[in-house]
């Protein structure tokens, strides 16, 4: 009797941990655990809708999007960075001409308008490094 008294507990701590290891972040790392138990909860919202489960898998694919989503804009703003920087490049002038307009603006008050002023900054700085 003790041994199957020891086995069941040691069968329900094993889910208990298992059940605690399956948190949203977890969920965003597993994305076939994630999609099995979503295609679940999504084919009975009546009984597993506010389950942990449920709430941690959908949470877990909240970060995992925007987990991409900022990997994809990364990616997007180095790529818009090199052609800028190429542009400036064979156009002095026309950095020239953004340093001024940004050098005219103080930081606390540039609009979304000037928001590229830090890069043309970095960018002229790293071309005269690159010159000397």
């Known amino acids: 009797m003790k041994t199957i008294l020891a086995a069941t507990l040691l ?20 994305l076939a655990e994630m999609n099995s138990v ?14 942990p489960d449920c709430i941690n898998a959908e949470q877990g694919l909240f970060e995992w999007t925007a987990a991409v989503g900022m ?3 990364k990616q997007q703003m180095a790529a818009d960075q090199a052609r ?4 400036w490049a064979s156009n002095p002038r026309e950095l020239a001409t953004q340093l001024e307009m ?11 308008q000037f928001a590229h002023c830090p890069e043309a900054f970095a960018i002229a700085k790293s071309m005269l490094a690159r010159q000397k």
């Open 71 to 73: 990997a994809h804009l």
């Open 38 to 51: 979503l295609t679940k909860c999504h084919n009975d919202p009546g009984h597993l809708r506010g389950s």
């Open 102 to 112: 940004c050098n005219g603006i103080p930081r606390d008050t540039r609009s979304q």
């Open 84 to 87: 800028r920087e190429a542009l």
């Open 11 to 30: 069968l329900l701590a094993s889910n208990a941990m298992a059940d605690t290891e399956r948190t949203a972040h977890w969920y965003a790392g597993h």
